[in-house]
């Protein structure tokens, strides 16, 4: 008996269209908030030659390091496994921290780690304390996991009310409370005091975002705390400071019987051979990163001062990141077109409704603040007429 001819995916097309009701049927099984939501996407301008919008380390690691790197992962048998939680890796970090390794857990860049976060603590109608302004992915995720947002306010000079969040606390008996410290997308930053105190009236968990830990004072952050706060979580990234935001690795810093419940939750083999031997290579050569660093906050304050003596801006707000907020006296999107016409991207703002036709630039290399900063110029000159 002969056999039936195998159809590829072009003839099972053309021998049954897919009927709209049935994809319909198949769409309205997904989970209705996940539906509600929209994707989490970020457009690419390819003909951009300074890019200003994304608070990256505008320093790439030298050809030297990453051919350190690359003759070592040739050793590396591609054929096998990686360990299921990258203990090297792990290891290093925890030496870089000044903990245990057992206080790290080590993630596909800080994004994935918010999310294990949110699906370990957060159920349906869980109330979370979210101040805003904040990096909006964190409510994205409450929405996902259908807990409650606790809106917090922040003040006219866009500061955290500190106040209103400590109240938010005790009244809500949140399971989470998520602090920027410098806060993304504002560049505001909240004292270790302050901090303290908010972990000391709160029951639940207290997540302190430090991605740009690295850019304020000596960079330590909040993890001497951990020696007494078990509700403190500490959420880091090689993103910026490190220089790293093409590879992915984010880390979380917390109570080791912490560490183990959101363990359980995570997918093995997150981390790879290569991003775990990359990510140790740079911790050995954590004093090229001090010093960009220390060019950046340079660059930055820089900024922050030029900026104040350019007609047409109207408002500049302080910050403690790589990063800064400042608003003209015309449109946000009708300036940050014409500036990319001149190839420089600069981050629109106004999504956040606080934010409302501000712009964001970060400090780039001496060279291209100086292009932005005549173009800036130039652009709000040229658009006034």
């Known amino acids: 008996m002969p056999h039936a001819p195998i159809l590829n995916h072009k003839d099972l097309m053309t021998e049954r269209a897919i009927q709209p009701e049935v994809l319909i049927h198949l769409i309205d099984k997904i989970r209705p908030n996940i539906r509600a939501e929209h994707a989490y996407l970020v457009g690419l301008e390819a003909h951009i030659a300074t890019k200003l919008n994304q608070n990256e380390n505008p320093y790439d690691w030298p050809s030297d390091i990453k051919a350190q790197?690359?003759?070592?992962?040739?050793?590396?048998?591609?054929?096998?496994?990686?360990?299921?939680?990258?203990?090297?890796?792990?290891?290093?970090?925890?030496?870089?921290?000044?903990?245990?390794?057992?206080?790290?857990?080590?993630?596909?860049?800080?994004?994935?780690?918010?999310?294990?976060?949110?699906?370990?603590?957060i159920g349906k109608d869980t109330p979370v304390v979210l101040p805003t302004p904040l990096f909006s992915l964190y409510e994205k995720i409450v929405r996902l996991c259908e807990g409650q947002i606790i809106s917090v306010a922040c003040l006219p000079d866009f500061g955290f009310d500190l106040p209103a969040i400590r109240e938010a606390i005790r009244t809500n008996n949140p399971v989470l409370t998520v602090i920027g410290a410098p806060n993304n997308p504002t560049g505001a930053h909240v004292s270790k005091e302050d901090l303290l105190d908010i972990l000391e009236i709160s029951s639940g968990f207290v997540l302190i975002d430090e991605a740009y830990a690295e850019f304020v004072g000596d960079g330590r952050g909040m993890q001497a705390a951990l020696a007494q706060y078990p509700n403190l979580l500490i959420l880091r990234t090689f993103s910026k400071s490190f220089a790293l935001a093409g590879i992915r690795i984010g880390y979380l810093l917390g109570h080791p019987a912490v560490l183990r419940e959101i363990l359980k939750y995570r997918i093995p083999f997150m981390v790879d051979h290569l991003t775990e031997r990359i990510g140790v290579t740079v911790l050995q050569h954590a004093d090229w990163m001090r010093e960009k660093v220390r060019e950046i906050v340079s660059e930055t304050q820089r900024l922050q001062q030029a900026l104040k003596e350019v007609p047409g801006i109207i408002q500049l707000l302080p910050t403690e990141a790589n990063f800064m907020l400042f608003k003209t006296n015309l449109p946000a999107k009708k300036v940050m077109d014409a500036m990319s016409e001149k190839g420089i991207l600069l981050r629109n703002m106004s999504g956040y409704v606080e934010l409302n036709n501000f712009l964001r630039v970060n400090a780039g290399t001496p060279e291209e603040n100086d292009r932005f900063l005549e173009a800036i110029k130039i652009v709000l000159r040229e658009e006034e007429r």
Not at 71 to 77: A, C, N
Not at 102 to 118: R, Y
């Open 69 to 121: 790197l690359f003759d070592s992962f040739l050793t590396i048998p591609w054929n096998r496994y990686p360990n299921d939680q990258p203990v090297l890796l792990q290891k290093a970090i925890a030496d870089y921290v000044g903990l245990s390794p057992d206080q790290v857990l080590v993630s596909n860049g800080s994004n994935e780690m918010m999310l294990s976060i949110g699906s370990v603590l």
